[in-house]
């Protein structure tokens, strides 16, 4: 047996490591010409695997180390040299792909035996008899339901602190003294400066930067242990207070960024949530703060695994509000007089990486209302984060940020220019005016979004906890609508030109 390890799949602890010591890693080039991907992604992945193949060696394995377009043609080049080779291979979490992989390992004469992906804290079977025949999942119900299983942040039977959720600590903005903790930089060594130079060159149509200083990631298991402990000891503490704040010119604020870390396997994501929980448990870090990152971690990381798992392939294609408008030219440029979103898409194209109220309320909230195709979206989101991956990207991006489909939520994540203004420090320096919602400089988000409940009323009114903002539409006279109409055309047009 050799055990077939991904390129997200970079854990030492995973099961099929500890009974075979021969190891095939494919690195497959031509997947990162599908679609323009952020290169520091691709210069993410490919360090990773190359640092891990060597820490493998290192530990004793016997490693073959392919680079090829495919993986087909990685396959060609294993077998021709060991035919008929068994291989083991964790199941990958995107839909159909362990399938696809065994198929291409079949045509050549092998096999493929897939096993259990132990990179998750939960197991499908886990949550399958959790959910029973429900195709419909709500985050909460799930969430407290692995507490009580696994005992994460639990005394006895009840929540730590008393409540089991503490979202509405999370919601502060700092003060306009404060500024953020620095971000860990983990400097490319050798390994990676060959990557940088090979993506650089292979990858001209690469969307995003990837300028001298600015790849940070970490790619091997002792930085992504440092990138861990950097977190639990600085950035936890204020990390519940303004998990939902945005701070002009800073891209990072308190946030872990240990997403595409865990994603790729260099961390578990039960010991992320053993540490947070051990901070509280010392008395350096608030319940807010751990709470909010247990919910994160085993509640929303785990639930998007299993919804998207459970409704695929039709989640990929839903578009139940029948959304047809282009991506803004803007999403790609960044050159907008909208404060909020050239900051956001700004953080992407420089780091690949936007917090995820960057993500969910600009980012998501403005293609919403404004009628981007989710499909669209989807794929833009793929190529511009470095923690994208099928499974967790698509329904992040379908199912929450554009409510496509209501499988993980009863009502849409949509709001105007006042959940910005709220927020962040936005509005302040913005050529818009957000106390407006029609007219010349108003808002582009306030025409959209009443035009988005009013376009959307059949979906939109009976779905739960809209009825509030249904009673605002309801007060509205034809003059209003008609001018909130107009507004929202000419945004609409204003973005076809890239002028917004
Ligand atoms: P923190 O704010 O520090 O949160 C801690 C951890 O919780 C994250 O590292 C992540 O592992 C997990 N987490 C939090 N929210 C989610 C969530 N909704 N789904 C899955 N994991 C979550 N996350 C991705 O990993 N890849 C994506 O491609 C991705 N696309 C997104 C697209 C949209 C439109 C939205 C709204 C969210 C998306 N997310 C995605 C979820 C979330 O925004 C990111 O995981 C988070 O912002 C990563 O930054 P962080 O590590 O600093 O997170
Ligand atoms: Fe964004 Fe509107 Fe605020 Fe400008 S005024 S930053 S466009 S929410």
Redesign the pocket.
């Known amino acids: 047996m050799t055990v077939w390890i991904l390129g997200d799949q970079l854990s030492h602890e995973s099961v099929p490591l500890q009974h075979d010591d021969h190891v095939l890693m494919i690195e497959a080039h031509g997947f990162g010409e599908r679609l323009p991907y952020h290169p520091q992604k691709l210069v993410l992945v490919f360090a990773a695997m190359r640092h891990f193949r060597d820490e493998l060696r290192e530990r004793g394995y016997e490693v073959t180390y392919i680079e090829a377009e495919t993986f087909g043609e990685g396959l060609d080049q294993f077998y021709d040299a060991a035919p008929g080779t068994d291989l083991v291979l964790m199941d990958p979490p995107s839909h159909g792909a362990g399938e696809r992989l065994r198929e291409l390992v079949a045509e050549r004469g092998g096999s493929l035996t897939l096993v259990e992906n132990d990179l998750f804290l939960t197991t499908p079977d886990e949550f399958d008899a959790w959910a029973g025949d429900a195709d419909t999942y709500r985050q909460e119900n799930w969430y407290r339901h692995v507490r009580r299983e696994t005992g994460i942040l639990m005394d006895g039977n009840d929540p730590a602190g008393g409540e089991w959720n503490y979202d509405d600590e999370n919601r502060e903005t700092p003060p306009d003294d404060w500024s953020p903790p620095e971000v860990p930089r983990f400097e490319p060594d050798e390994v990676t400066r060959e990557v940088i130079a090979f993506v650089r060159e292979r990858y001209p149509d690469a969307w995003g930067s990837i300028a001298d200083d600015s790849f940070v990631w970490p790619v091997t298991r002792e930085q992504a242990v440092a990138a861990l402990d950097h977190f639990v000891e600085v950035r936890l503490r204020e990390?519940g207070a303004y998990?939902d704040a945005m701070v002009e010119g800073e891209w990072a604020l308190c946030?872990?960024?240990?997403?595409a870390t865990?994603?790729l396997g260099l961390l578990g994501p039960r010991e992320v949530v053993d540490a947070a929980e051990d901070a509280y448990r010392r008395g350096d870090a608030p319940i807010n703060s751990v709470e909010g990152?247990v919910r994160?971690?085993v509640g929303?990381?785990e639930f998007?695994r299993h919804v998207y798992r459970r409704s695929m392939p039709e989640l990929a294609q839903a578009n139940q509000l029948d959304q047809t408008e282009s991506l803004p030219e803007a999403y790609w440029t960044g050159e907008t007089d909208m404060n909020c979103l050239s900051e956001a898409v700004g953080h992407v194209y420089d780091h690949g990486y936007a917090?995820?109220i960057e993500?969910?309320m600009v980012?998501?909230n403005f293609a919403l209302i404004y009628g981007v195709d989710p499909q669209e979206l989807d794929r833009w989101?793929h190529l511009g984060?470095v923690?994208?991956?099928d499974w967790?990207?698509t329904p992040?991006?379908v199912g929450?940020?554009s409510f496509a489909t209501d499988v993980l939520s009863s009502k849409p994540y949509a709001s105007s220019g006042n959940y910005v203004n709220k927020m962040s420090d936005y509005c302040a320096d913005c050529e818009y005016a957000v106390s407006k919602t029609t007219g010349e400089n108003a808002c582009p988000f306030n025409a959209l979004y009443w035009d988005f409940l009013k376009e959307h009323e059949s979906v939109l009114r009976g779905t739960g906890r809209m009825g509030l903002m249904y009673s605002h539409v309801d007060r509205k006279d034809d003059e209003e609508w008609d001018a909130i109409r107009a507004r929202a055309a000419a945004v609409r047009q204003l973005g076809r030109d890239g002028t917004l």
């Not at 946030?255 to 997403?259: D, K, P």
């Open positions: 990390f998990q946030h872990s960024l240990l997403s865990i994603n990152f994160q971690v929303w990381r998007m917090h995820h993500r969910l980012l998501a989101f984060f923690d994208a991956y967790v990207t992040n991006v929450m940020g």
